[in-house]
């Protein structure tokens, strides 16, 4: 359990990246790779974490400012990179929408417009 | 390289990057442990700029050039998407073939669910600095909360509702703003992105001085981003095709 | 006397702003501005940007200019805010990304396509992204910036929707760079549970001294993995032939000549700051320096085997890497000085050729040296600008390629790689005989007719940047080109440019003095550098070696046939090197799989000597 979270975080990296590998639509590869950012996410907030600790949200007249809180940093990169990344993986799946319309087709080992 | 050549090359490779992230991650301090100076710093900081949401506090007032980039990010890549999905010179747009069938129910429960999503939105935009949440979720669920009308009405319908021009001109003046209120910062107080503003009450919705601000400023970005991204792929979709599918 | 908040340090945060600011105002009213409005806006945004890192490069001679964002000053040397750093090296980076992109807007006047004034836009963000990620000191702040250059790069690249290579380049280039960027970001959460915060000054303070154990390892992998895929080091370089080949020229010039060094740079700035003190500096000078001689022979090699002008170019830009990482890989301050000037220059030449390669898709619609055979024979300035191209990448005297050459190849020999100037002389020669090639056959008709089943990529396909070829080349088109092969003599000519780089190197291998200023705000002062003049023997005449060896490579590929010896050896080569030109194979799949073959080279260089 000490190293569970990030074991987990390393194979989830790994899985994406090897979806991209054996990917036969780029579409899948585009989703793929949003699967390995998802990794940094699973990483960020596996570091920022403390048992027992509250949220760092002191909003409600009930919760005090007390010192043990979560990490508020990780959890910060990860929201705003969430948000974020939708829209590069949307970037990308536009040009994937692109690659297929002028190559007819989205897979990878068909494109042979770029060798050597 | 053969497909089998890729994926055993990726295998032998893939193998050695893991047992090297696998020994690095095991000498991290074990997991819940309570080493974390920067929780400890940043605790301090946001409560003494009295924002009770100390995630917004870090986006929004510690590092705030942070959230400046990402929030560009977003920008140039709802640029992106509408300069790679535009129009080619052998592609044509039509006006979209009647609205399909549509179950009474579905129609109602979207036109139920659209005001009270888009007020959640905004809500949680507004007491970013208060309750969890802020410019970036809230901007999310309004920009898709809009949509309902799509899944629940018709295409024309959500056209009419959300002009992209408009959205347009939101993107460019929520992240313009952000930038602005940077530079107003560092004219003002010398303080580029500093939070100089009054500070308020502990708790109060206009608390923790330009947090609130610049999270209104990324949730209208947001928002406005999220429109105009889906409606290129929306318009892609239903307006526009290819020589060879009008022949058909 | 080193002050935080004062307007010197304001302008750090303003080169980031004011782009982002224009490109916002451009993208409200774009639509509605005529587009000589719109051009003049974005151009003059940039001269702003210049004239303010101009500036800033001016204050940094005296010391390292430092804003804490926000106004977050440390505290016991500890900080909970976002540092930007003003040294020489960064804002002078910063600066030549302002110039370029000032000059890939003035080429791009008026005739080149814009969608509303979105190419604007994106051209903006993409500068504001180099002078953040230039600028920054703080880790997770570089990822942001690295990946908003990515955004706008991979939407620059696509631009030409209807090329059907466009796209392709782009979603290769978008895939494996964004890879690289997470999985640089799982290395900075390493460093973050570590240290406890993600400033560079702080790391370095909490890492240095400390014996480096599988965390810190695993970390420098991830990260410098991250930088090295956007520098284009072999085995993550597969992304950038594919990129250039396809994207818009002035788009090319932005990559080629300040985005790929970037890359160089921020591993060379993390490296300092945060491992230096940490990793042991043999480990990691042997990793770059066989690592770039690799790069920069499979640059060349590739380099020659090409029939696309831009993707020669591409490749040779992937070859310069290798010099660059040669250079500073010695991890001596006269080697990062001579990475300095060689940057400088080849930004200078490569940018210039890329801008000659756009006036020969315009002119004759195809960059391909096979199609093009004698066409542009009646040309009159051009060709000979493309001939002096070509001999100032191969390293004549007195361009700034030759001179920073020069200099890395001094660094090199003091640090026991005799052979380093060997590999330098062979690789400019190489790059620059195949531009000198494609010069000589398309512009001076010389050679034979060449045979035409090259398995490379053709040229032909490639579509004109203007709504109609042009017939002459325009004066906005001219003046780029000249600019930036004078901005090249000059950092050859200009006195006392060695010597400013060898001070500029020496503050930027001092992570102790960085840290310090930046974390207590006094000035530290360094001892001065002793003066060195621009030019030894040595240099110039290694130089001019280069040069004529070009000329050589590229008399002996037009004239191949006639001389049938020639003829057998340079079709057994061609052999030889089918199986290197069989693996570019533009396949993302295979470029993932060469990154984590990339990966556990690196970490089986640092890792296991440690064990």
């Known amino acids: 359990m000490r190293v569970y979270a990030y074991l987990v975080a390393v194979f989830v990296l790994l899985v994406g990246a090897f979806g991209i590998v054996r990917s036969r639509n780029l579409v899948h590869a585009v989703v793929c790779l949003s699967i390995a950012q998802s990794a940094t996410y699973v990483m960020l907030l596996a570091i920022g974490y403390q048992s027992k600790a509250t949220p760092p949200v002191f909003g409600s007249p009930a919760t005090k400012p007390n010192t043990s809180t979560v990490e508020p940093l990780v959890q910060a990169m990860t929201l705003t990179d969430i948000v974020v990344s939708a829209t590069v993986t949307a970037l990308l799946l536009a040009v994937a929408v692109q690659v297929h319309k002028r190559h007819g087709t989205v897979d990878p080992n068909e494109l042979a417009a770029l060798r050597g | 390289m053969t497909r089998r050549a890729r994926i055993a090359l990726f295998v032998v490779a893939g193998g050695c990057t893991a047992a090297l992230l696998v020994l690095g991650v095991l000498d991290l301090p074990h997991f ?55 129009p080619a010179e052998d592609e044509h747009e039509h006006q979209p073939v009647g609205e399909g069938r549509l179950l009474d129910s579905t129609r109602m429960v979207g036109y139920l669910f659209l005001p009270i999503t888009v007020m959640i939105g905004l809500l949680t935009v507004a007491h970013g600095a208060v309750t969890p949440g802020g410019g970036f979720q809230g901007g999310v669920v309004v920009g898709t909360g809009i949509h309902l009308l799509y899944v629940a009405g018709s295409y024309r319908a959500l056209e009419r509702a959300r002009p992209v021009g408009l959205a347009e001109l939101g993107e460019a003046v929520g992240a313009g703003a952000f930038a602005c209120m940077g530079i107003a910062g560092a004219l003002a107080a010398s303080s580029f992105l500093g939070n100089v503003l009054p500070l308020g009450a502990f708790g109060d919705l206009f608390s923790s001085g330009s947090v ?11 928002a406005s981003a999220v429109v105009v991204l889906l409606a290129q792929f929306l318009h892609q979709a239903v307006e526009v095709t290819g020589e060879e599918k009008e022949a058909a | 006397m080193l002050s935080y908040d004062d307007s010197a340090s304001l302008l750090l945060a303003a080169s980031i702003a004011v782009p982002i600011i224009a490109a916002c105002m451009l993208l409200a009213l774009g639509r509605k501005l005529p587009r000589t409005v719109v051009d003049g806006v974005a151009a003059a945004t940039a001269a702003g940007v210049v004239a303010m890192l101009g500036f800033l490069l001016a204050n940094a001679a005296n010391g390292r200019v ?26 002078g980076i910063a600066l030549l990304a302002g110039c370029l992109v000032f000059l890939a807007l003035v080429y791009s006047w008026r005739y080149f396509e814009s969608v509303e004034a979105h190419y604007h836009c994106l051209m903006l963000l993409f500068l ?12 997770f702040d570089m990822f942001v910036f690295f990946e908003l250059m990515g955004a706008a790069a991979y939407a620059l690249t696509g631009f030409k929707v209807e090329d059907p290579t466009a796209v392709q380049g782009a979603l290769n280039f978008g895939i494996i760079n964004s890879l690289g960027a997470y999985v640089g970001l799982m290395g900075i959460g390493l460093l973050f549970a570590r240290v406890g915060n993600l400033t560079l000054p702080q790391l370095h303070d909490a890492l240095a ?31 950038l032939a594919d990129a250039h080949a396809v994207a818009p020229t002035p788009v090319c010039v932005l990559f080629s000549g300040v985005m790929v060094p970037l890359g160089v740079y921020a591993a060379f700035r993390v490296y300092w700051l945060v491992f230096a003190d940490a990793i042991p500096v043999a480990d990691v000078r042997r990793t770059f320096v066989v690592l770039g001689a690799l790069t920069a022979v499979v640059g060349a090699v590739m380099c020659l085997a090409q029939r696309h002008f831009k993707r020669l170019l591409a490749y040779s830009t992937i070859a310069h890497v290798g010099l660059f990482l040669l250079a500073a890989g010695c991890l001596t301050e006269s080697g990062t000085a001579g990475a300095l000037l060689y940057v400088a220059g080849h930004a200078g030449v490569k940018s210039a050729l890329f801008l000659l390669a756009g006036v020969m898709l ?124 004078v901005g090249a003599l000059a950092v050859g000519l200009l006195p006392g440019a060695h010597h400013a780089a060898e001070e500029a190197a020496g503050h930027f291998i001092d992570a102790s003095a960085y840290a310090r200023e930046a974390l207590t705000g006094r000035a530290v002062h360094a001892a001065p550098t002793p003066d060195v003049g621009n030019w030894t023997a040595s240099g110039i005449l290694l130089g001019l070696l280069s040069a004529a060896l070009a000329v050589a490579v590229a008399a002996a590929a037009l004239y191949a046939r006639r001389l049938r010896l020639l003829d057998r050896a340079t079709s057994g080569l061609d052999r030889a090197t089918d199986r290197l030109r069989a693996l570019h194979s533009g396949h993302v799949g295979d470029y993932v799989a060469w990154m984590m073959a990339g990966m556990t080279v690196l970490g089986a260089f640092v890792g296991l000597p440690l064990r």
Request: glycine share 12%; aromatic share 8%.
């Open chain 3, 209 to 239: 001294h400390h014996h480096a154990d599988a965390l810190v390892v695993a970390a420098f992998v991830a990260v410098i993995t991250a930088f090295l895929v956007k520098g284009a080091m072999v085995p993550f370089h597969f992304w």
């Open chain 3, 66 to 91: 430092v804003n804490w964002v926000g106004n977050w000053h440390p505290k016991h040397g500890y900080s909970v805010g976002i540092v930007l750093v003003g040294d020489e090296v960064g804002t």
């Open chain 3, 362 to 485: 315009n002119r004759y619609g195809s960059v391909d040296e096979v199609d093009l055979f004698g066409r542009g024979r009646d040309t009159r300035l051009t060709k000979w600008l493309f001939a002096v191209g070509g001999l100032a990448l191969a390293g004549l005297p007195p361009f700034g390629t030759a001179i920073g050459k020069a200099v890395g190849e001094e660094a090199g020999l003091s640090s026991g790689y005799e052979w380093m100037p060997v590999v330098f002389v062979a690789v400019s020669a190489l790059t620059g005989g195949a531009v000198l090639r494609a010069t000589g056959r398309v512009y001076f008709g010389l050679g034979d007719q060449p045979r035409g089943e090259n398995h490379s990529t053709s040229g032909s396909a490639e579509e004109a940047e203007v709504p109609m070829l042009l017939s002459r080349v325009r004066i906005t088109m001219l003046v780029p080109i000249l600019t930036l092969l």
């Open chain 2, 212 to 222: 609130l601000f610049l999270s209104v400023a990324v949730g209208v970005e947001v």
């Open chain 2, 32 to 86: 819940g442990s309570s080493f974390h100076p920067y929780r400890d710093a940043s605790l301090a900081a946001a409560v003494a700029h009295k924002t009770s949401n100390v995630i917004s506090s870090v986006n929004f007032d510690l590092r705030a050039l942070d959230t400046l980039g990402e929030e560009t990010i977003l920008l140039a890549s709802v640029i992106g998407v509408t300069v790679l999905l535009r």
């Open chain 3, 128 to 139: 504001a992204g180099m002078v953040g990620f230039a600028l920054t000191g703080d880790l």
